[in-house]
């Protein structure tokens, strides 16, 4: 079955960077839209990049010019890259793989990124 499985969360004060994995099995990764999400507790799962078979990404106006995502389809992996990050950047990120913008795949345990002084 798909599963994916995030790591590289942290604590991390503010300004500072991350770089988060996510590898993937179970699937032909290179041929799927792959997307990072983000949960705060209480909160609706939010998405915040996205990148396509093609290689174009996507992201929302709160981390625009932050993030930014990458994949190698040779490792099965997508990757996030945060700089800059803000205590509001705090949440558990999950990576899925989407179709028209919507994850379709059971989410794996996620990472926490927790950014505070």
């Known amino acids: 079955q798909v599963q994916f499985v995030e790591s590289g969360g942290a604590l991390v004060q503010p300004g500072g960077s991350l770089r988060l994995s996510c590898a993937a099995s179970?699937?032909?990764?290179?041929?799927?839209?792959m997307g990072w999400y983000r949960q705060i507790p209480g909160k609706q799962r939010e998405l915040v990049a996205t990148?396509?078979?093609?290689?174009?990404?996507w992201y929302p106006e709160s981390v625009k010019g932050r993030f930014t995502i990458s994949r190698d389809n040779a490792r099965n992996t997508v990757y996030l890259q945060m700089s800059a990050l803000k205590p509001e950047d705090t949440a558990v990120y999950y990576c899925?793989?989407?179709?028209?913008?919507?994850?379709?795949?059971?989410w794996g345990q996620g990472t926490q990124v927790t950014v505070s002084s």
């Open positions: 899925n793989r989407i179709n028209s913008g919507a994850p379709i795949s059971s």
């Open positions: 990148v396509t078979r093609r290689f174009t990404t």
């Open positions: 179970g699937m032909i990764f290179s041929i799927y839209d």
